[in-house]
């Protein structure tokens, strides 16, 4: 890795820092070693600059850095939130951790997804810090969104905000909405018994075909259903079955884990009940048939209006810089704004031009890296500068927290 310089205000300057600093997820690759250096490197850089850093650490090795940049008061607060961790790097063609600049791209493992986000939105915060306005400014550079979203989970434990940017890539249009996903195990039910006995055994993975054959006609209904504007329409697929111990005995049970993708207006508990008149249909045809269904995990989808205050501010922005109104647009897969949403901060996602992501070659395009930092800085001027009723709390330093406790 080549040295770091913790005074660089280049975006793309800092990008390929960035990239060059290792932060793989060890819980999507156990060769990963977590976010602990990129997390010391950008916690240098802010503290450097003036603003209060907080360090978020409650699982070891996967720290998220919250930095913050007070206003004059009276302003709307800010959040910028992107992730520092990436996936790794044993597909990728050539050093994945080597920042290489060619034809007007960046290469390097996370250059795209999200690193150059990243390095805008750290610029970016910045130069609305040394600009001043009268609202708060709040810089999440969170661990783990590539697995479990802890970090985000993680900060919203003890920050809120008027508004928040997500710079994930998005050929600098605007993300409105991202759909959802929720993963379930659906446990069929048998009778184990000794193969030479069919009298006494209920074969499960027969019964499974029942509930995979009403999957298939679940799935064909949604696609049937009204679609989302943007998203389409929501979807549901098999994705392991297993079952059996051995040749000769009927199965006592059989595990079908299925994930559904969900579009705003569909939700944990309309799913389950989907799923529950699933098999009730399936059990006025056959008396016998006996399942359990547990959620694994559920994520849901989101979706902004367009014509909320920082989804304006950042059209602005983008109009200003671009020379053209952004582009409304959704994604398939799930992103942390679903979260900051559900914590009540209203949220748009806006980012480079790039591809690769995940792939064994992964870029960016160097100008749409110069330009987002751009539209973040004019977003954030003008979004923070609005004096309105704030609906969140004004941000305070640790001693000044200190302070008011030992009141």
């Given amino acids: 890795m080549t040295s770091v310089d913790t005074a660089s205000c280049d975006p793309v300057d800092l990008l390929k820092q960035l990239i060059e600093i290792p932060s793989v997820n060890p819980d999507v690759d156990a060769a990963g070693g977590g976010e602990s250096a990129i997390a010391d490197f950008i916690d240098d850089w802010f503290t450097q600059r003036g603003f209060y850093v907080e360090r978020l650490e409650s699982k070891p090795r996967r720290p998220s850095i919250v930095a913050i940049a007070r206003g004059t008061g009276g302003g709307k607060t800010l959040m910028f939130n992107g992730h520092v ?3 790794g790097v044993a597909d990728y063609n050539g050093s994945g951790f080597l920042a290489k600049e060619a034809v007007g791209r960046i290469y390097g493992r996370g250059s795209c997804e999200m690193k150059a986000g990243v390095a805008a939105m750290m610029v970016a915060a910045d130069n609305i810090r040394r600009r001043g306005v009268a609202g708060d400014v709040i ?27 997500v710079p994930e890539p998005s050929d600098l249009e605007l993300t409105v909405c991202h759909k959802g996903l929720m993963w379930f195990d659906v446990v069929v ?10 009298d006494l055994g209920i074969d499960a993975i027969l019964k499974s075909g029942k509930f995979l054959v009403a999957l298939d006609d679940y799935s064909a209904d949604l696609a049937a259903r ?3 504007p943007i998203l389409g329409h929501g979807s549901a697929h098999a994705s392991f079955i297993e079952g059996g111990t051995e040749i000769s005995t009927y199965p006592g049970e059989c595990k079908i884990t299925i994930e559904r993708r969900v579009v705003p207006g569909e939700t944990r508990q309309t799913v389950i009940a989907e799923i529950a008149d699933m098999i009730a249909e399936i059990k006025r045809d056959d008396a016998a ?6 959620c694994l ?12 205050s920082i989804a304006t501010s950042v059209i602005r922005a983008a109009t200003d810089c671009l020379g053209k109104s952004p582009r409304l647009r959704g994604e398939a897969f799930w992103l942390d704004t679903a979260l900051l949403q559900e914590a009540g901060i209203p949220s748009v996602i806006i980012g480079v031009k790039g591809e690769g992501v995940h792939d064994s070659e992964e870029w960016v395009e160097t100008e749409s890296v110069r330009q987002l930092t751009t539209i973040l800085t004019t977003a954030g001027l003008d979004f923070c500068s609005v004096s309105e009723n704030r609906t969140s709390p004004p941000i305070m330093r640790a001693e000044e927290k200190d302070a008011l406790q030992a009141l």
């Fill in 289 to 294: 048939f006996e399942a359990d269904v547990t």
């Fill in 139 to 165: 810089v999440a550079c969170v661990a783990d969104q590539e697995g479990s979203a802890w970090g985000t989970q993680e900060v919203l434990k003890s920050y809120s905000a008027d508004g928040a940017i």
């Fill in 189 to 198: 039910k048998g009778k184990s018994a000794h193969g030479s006995r069919p």
């Fill in 226 to 228: 009204p679609p989302h």
């Fill in 297 to 308: 995990d559920a994520k849901a989808a989101f979706e902004e209006s367009h014509h909320s």
């Fill in 85 to 87: 961790d990436t996936v």
